[in-house]
């Protein structure tokens, strides 16, 4: 699985001319699942997400994570983060899991964010036209792939 999770002011989901999502202070985390991920990947990187010390502390220091912060966070499934742009210039995303694997991981990932978190988050719907809004606080964006663990 890649993530790419970017610390926001604020940030909401749309589609259709209709707001399914929105934050103030949190987590944007865009989700690529590939047939290779497990139970393992989602496991690992819900609790590296939510541990992640990327919040200030009251010395203004990133100490805190989205549990100190009492942040929340919005998972939005993007299946172009596994794009090959080796040849051409047609991305490729032949390595992208199709909907009947994906959409069970990215549940799985879901409630397994909710349980880490100690709360409900909020989602995009998998395979929607979205249109993704946020200020990045920071900014801060990161990338963790879960299949480069060390």
């Known amino acids: 699985m890649k ?18 999502a929105n934050i103030k202070k949190g987590l944007l985390v865009l989700v690529g699942i590939e047939d290779a991920d497990t139970d393992e ?26 549990l100190d912060a009492d942040g929340n966070i919005i998972i939005v499934s993007q299946f172009t983060l596994h794009a090959s742009t080796k040849k051409g210039n047609r991305p490729s995303y032949i390595k992208a899991s199709k909907p009947e694997f994906a959409i069970p991981m990215y549940e799985k990932f879901i ?16 395979g929607a036209d979205m249109k993704v809004e946020l200020i990045n606080d920071g900014p801060i964006t990161i990338i963790i792939d879960s299949k480069n663990k060390t």
């Open 111 to 126: 409630q397994k964010m909710e349980s880490d978190l100690g709360k409900k988050v909020q989602t995009g719907k998998f």
């Open 3 to 20: 993530v790419v999770i970017q610390k926001t002011l604020k940030a909401s989901v749309t589609i259709q001319n209709k707001i399914v």
């Open 41 to 66: 990947d989602i496991n690992w990187l819900s609790k590296k997400i939510v541990n992640l010390r990327i919040f200030l502390d009251e010395n203004d220091v990133m100490n805190d994570s989205i």
